[in-house]
């Protein structure tokens, strides 16, 4: 159950442009904005973060970021952000077999070397204490450039964030986030836990 309940977007009149966004990104407003707009600059500056981080001059592809973000708030257990990484990703046409196979990304042929690594230092920043060694960075500068490793670590602490926004606000989860989690990864892999509606 949540802590502190989702509020209809409608209150807040000057966040409709990034409630629009939102649905554009996702296909539904998520209950952590709805929640978050009792300090509308909040959601303002979340917003800044998550343009800045997929940038749309950006040299990393949108759709792997959401795989990073998927990642990172894996390892530091946000089933919220888990989920809304997955209709994220969907969004951004990543595949679901793709989606499905993140779990053995370390030997899926679906995955290059390149991505393995960003997803091994995703696990590694995600986790608290951060565990990213400096074989791990040199591995990382091995396939990334400095500015990509920049936006893949942005994308990785705006998540940060998010994840410790909704584990401690117990933020519920939209149905379309927990079908879309449920279709691709089973319940094997996943489960919404106290962010179930």
């Given amino acids: ?3 502190i309940a989702p509020i209809d977007s409608a209150v807040t009149p000057e966040l409709q442009a990034a409630f629009e966004g ?3 990104i996702l296909g539904f407003v998520p209950n952590s904005v709805l ?16 343009g800045a981080a997929w940038a749309p001059d950006s040299t990393v592809d949108a759709g792997f970021k959401r795989l990073v973000a998927y990642m990172a708030s894996h390892a530091a257990g946000c089933q919220y952000c888990v989920a809304h990484q997955v ?11 793709k989606l499905a196979a993140i ?7 679906l995955y290059s070397e390149k991505e393995r690594v960003a ?8 986790t608290v204490p951060n565990a990213v060694s400096d074989e791990l960075f040199d591995r990382l500068k091995s396939h990334w450039s400095e500015e990509q490793i920049v936006e893949l670590t942005g994308v990785i602490a705006v998540f940060g964030f998010l994840n410790r926004f909704n584990d401690s606000l117990a933020t519920p989860l939209e149905p379309e986030a927990i079908g879309d989690a449920n279709r691709v990864l089973g319940r094997a892999h996943w489960s919404p836990g106290k962010h179930a509606t």
């Fill in 1 to 3: 159950m949540a802590r």
């Fill in 22 to 24: 939102y649905k554009k």
């Fill in 35 to 50: 929640i978050m707009q009792r300090r509308p600059q909040m959601v303002f500056a979340l917003g800044q973060l998550i």
């Fill in 87 to 97: 209709s994220g990703a969907l969004h951004l046409n990543v595949s679901e077999a």
């Fill in 103 to 109: 779990w053995e990304y370390e030997n899926s042929p």
């Fill in 119 to 126: 997803l091994e230092y995703a696990r590694a920043a995600g």
